[in-house]
């Protein structure tokens, strides 16, 4: 059977040839999941810059 | 020196009264004599102040149950009538230097535990354990009848003596080092007093046995503290209370001093803005409750003071200490330490006092520092007791301080301080 070719995408990443290695950002509960099924991964505890208020900004400017 | 400056300085103060306080239980005396401000014909509650008009029912409800135990009315008709009539004078706990736990009722006979922090040289009374738990429940849980009332009697005159007798034979209990130990035994002191439990046992039971009192006596009160659960959690409001107070009034400090809420409206206090709150809608705590019947629906929003333990880095601050009280809520070991890591980022700075080892042997952070929670937008994790609309607890369980909180503090600290007027 022919093998179907490989994209250009897949021959720069590898990704369907290696198992996936994944940085998890935000929700642990993928990264649990994930870590469950043996697959190597990492989780990064970031989160958005949280915005406040025009004004609640600018006194955090002056006074942190 | 610029005002950043003058803010990190007053924080690094403030945080010290919270890190390298110094706690001892002294004495057990009726409010009237240990509560600064207390006065007759006055009751005090928990949370931010508010009416008798907009109380909850728990609350009512500990008006006219402290009516009738100080004998200020012959029934509960007449007891409203006073209160209506503004003969007796209604405060938050939070404004003196105690602790309204639960609906945190207190008057001038209710007899309450004294804690001296002797670095910070200010004292404390907290509301004592209510003992067992009992068919009648318990004052503290917006509950009241004559049974309830005889028990806070009993309490007073036949369990305290001995209690008393020992405190003025050995000076007084070291709060500080039953907290620290504790905190490595699966305890963050707010949920969880199992091992303070056992190690308080373990230094006042010795202590109560060797007084020269009848054993049936004494037998009464070493029933009554080992026999009641979570009976250290008193102290250990006491202790974060007293420390809380130093810092109150340090001018240019953005830390917080009070997390409280009195099942309408959740407040904070700021050390360099003494006397004021900053409220908002109190939060409802998402957890476990104690029996099936219950839903969110039968939850009381966000009542009582036992946030005070938070304010000195335990409780929710404390989650990578007790993974136990968070798997209590599903959470698992890896969400109870990122609790706590997440807590850093809000914090002035760690206590060295409170080594945890599912931290890698890390301090706990401690000291919430407003202007962070408002950077992160990380609110604190508080850890409590759920209450029922019509009294006794149905569960435990956490919630988050509300912004809106921290919004409008930041908004008075800067008409105090800002030079951009």
Known sequence: MDQKPETNAEKKTGIYKDKPAVANLGIMLFYQALADQGCKCVQINWIPEYKQSEEIEELLDEFL | MDVKQRIAEANQQAAECLTENNPYWVDIRPAGECVEGLEDHMILHSGPPVDYENMV??????????????????????????????????????????????????????????IEDRRNHTTAATFPAE????????????????????????????LFPPMREMLAKNGGIAIKPILAESMQMGDENHTRQTAADLLFDKQVLPELFELDLPKEQ????????????????????????????????????????????????????????????????????????????????????????????????????????????????????????????EMENICITCNPNYVIPNLDFDCLPVGIDMRLVLKTGICPAIHGGMFSYEGGLIGAGMARVPMECFQKAMKAFAAKYSDRK
């Not at chain 2, 429940?137 to 036949?158: H, K, P, T």
């Not at chain 2, 007293?242 to 050390?271: H, L, R």
């Open chain 2, 57 to 114: 029912m728990l609350h009512r409800r500990g008006m006219v149950s402290a009516m009738l135990f100080e004998g200020w009315a012959k029934d509960e008709k007449e007891a409203v009538e006073i209160i209506r009539s503004g003969e007796i004078k209604i405060d938050s706990a939070l404004n003196h230097n105690t602790v309204g736990a639960g609906t945190g009722i207190i008057t001038k006979s209710v007899a309450m535990n004294v």
């Open chain 2, 218 to 341: 004494i037998m009464h009160t070493v029933k009554y503290i080992v026999e009641t659960p979570r009976f250290f959690h008193c102290y250990g409001q006491g202790a974060s209370r007293a420390a809380a107070i130093a810092a109150d009034g340090m001018e240019y400090s953005t830390m917080v001093t009070a997390v409280a809420g009195n099942g309408v409206e959740f407040g904070i206090k700021i050390a360099s803005l003494p006397g004021q709150w900053f409220t908002a809608k109190a939060p409802m705590m998402k957890g476990r409750y104690t029996s099936t019947k219950y839903t969110e629906k039968d939850q009381l929003p966000w009542i009582g003071d036992s946030c005070v333990v938070e304010v000195a880095g335990m409780g929710g601050i404390a989650a990578a200490a007790s993974p136990i009280v968070c798997n209590l809520r599903g959470m698992t070991l890896q969400e109870s330490i990122a609790q706590s890591r």
């Open chain 2, 131 to 158: 003992g067992p738990v009992f068919q009648g429940g318990f004052c503290g849980w917006g509950l009241y009848n004559e049974g309830i009332a005889e028990n806070l009697r009993y309490m007073r005159e036949e």
